[in-house]
């Protein structure tokens, strides 16, 4: 199996961008359905982005679509999630995650990272 580390969160002001990372080890990320979820206090884990690994591209939910940019190094064995633009409505912990199936449901990946921390003052 992969382990997955996130890392790259901070606290950022509305307006602001941060880049997210996903570390793996164990296995090529690659061999994997990937995605990025956020999760708020008292609240279930949210949808962010994907991979589709039959068509081999990244799909991104309503509320990041167009200010968000998932990019790759496999040597590196590393996807990152850029935000831009960034709301307040954006505060939450950042998970990746990696799976037999990309879907929009957190309960089709296997494996997820520890998390990290985003907050975006306004």
């Known amino acids: 199996q992969v382990q997955l580390v996130e890392s790259g969160g901070g606290l950022v002001q509305a307006g602001g961008s941060l880049r997210l990372s996903c570390a793996a080890s164990g296995r090529s990320l690659s061999d994997y359905a990937t995605g990025w979820f956020r999760q708020s206090p008292g609240k279930e884990r949210e949808f962010v982005a994907a991979i589709n690994p039959g068509l081999g591209v990244w799909t991104y939910a309503a509320t990041v679509k167009g200010r968000s940019t998932v990019s790759r190094d496999n040597a590196k064995n590393t996807v990152y999630l850029q935000i831009n633009s960034l709301k307040p409505e954006d505060t939450a912990v950042y998970y990746c995650?990696?799976?037999?199936?990309?879907?929009?449901?957190?309960?089709?990946?296997?494996?997820w990272g520890q998390g990290t921390r985003v907050t975006v003052s306004s």
């Open positions: 995650a990696a799976g037999a199936k990309a879907d929009v449901i957190p309960g089709a990946y296997v494996i």
